[in-house]
């Protein structure tokens, strides 16, 4: 439903979503190019790769909401109250559960997200994204140009 690919595809699997909210997984690799630089002999899930994973999970929900996904994007437009309570180690699996925080309106998706790994929280924040269509079906861009 994303159309985030390698390698900034942050979501592995989604495990529950209803009106409501979501639960998703990611899985944390070594082999993640990140983990090259961030930090050597040391590494570190770094805080803003979180933030985006627990996005793309939140993207995910967002975009379930609307009728023909594949012609909208999500995009940030507000994030508070992030806070980091652990690091995240490669091996590491991260449960994201998402909850909106007020009814969907206008394209705005406000939602209160919160990361475990091992049950224990990791990181926290509330996120506001807009649903925008701005994309068309192909036949529909033809018929334009013609």
Do not use: W
């Amino acid at each position: 439903m994303l159309p985030h690919r390698y390698p900034f595809l942050m979501v592995d699997k989604i495990i529950e979503m209803d009106n409501q909210g979501i639960v998703g997984v990611k899985n944390v690799t070594m082999n993640e190019p990140f983990f090259q630089g961030h930090f050597p002999d040391n590494p570190v899930f770094p805080g803003v790769m979180q933030i985006e994973a627990m996005a793309q999970v939140g993207g995910i929900f967002a975009l379930s909401q609307v009728e023909d996904p594949e012609y909208y994007s999500t995009y940030f437009m507000k994030i508070d109250g992030v806070k980091f309570k652990q690091k995240v180690l490669p091996g590491d699996t991260i449960v994201f559960k998402l909850a909106l925080e007020s009814p969907i309106r206008r394209g705005l998706v406000n939602m209160r997200g919160i990361a475990y790994v091992n049950g224990k929280e990791v990181c926290e924040a509330v996120m506001l994204a807009q649903v925008v269509k701005d994309k068309q079906p192909k036949d529909a861009k033809a018929a334009v140009t013609a």
